[in-house]
């Protein structure tokens, strides 16, 4: 069986983001997923400018297998549907 991967799209001092970031590392242990954060701004920086330009002013978002599955808030009960818990 294939482990999810969960991304979340964050950047500092984005106090949503950190609340957000918090509950998937708890969903992380219970579901069994990898959990990444990735910073768009300093994505940007590093002349990667995507993340920021496609996702920015939507921050947090939460990316499922590389995929767009939730913004501002994390979709729990779509989340667990599409893990199969």
Known sequence: MTRHSVELLTRDGCTICARVRARLAELADELGFELATTD??????????????????????????????????????RLRADLGR
Not at 45 to 51: D, F, H, K, V, Y
């Open 40 to 77: 768009v701004d300093a994505k940007a920086l590093a002349g990667e400018p995507g993340l920021r330009a496609e996702f920015g002013d939507r921050l947090p978002v939460v990316l499922l297998d590389g995929r767009e599955h939730s913004y501002w808030e994390i979709d729990e009960p």
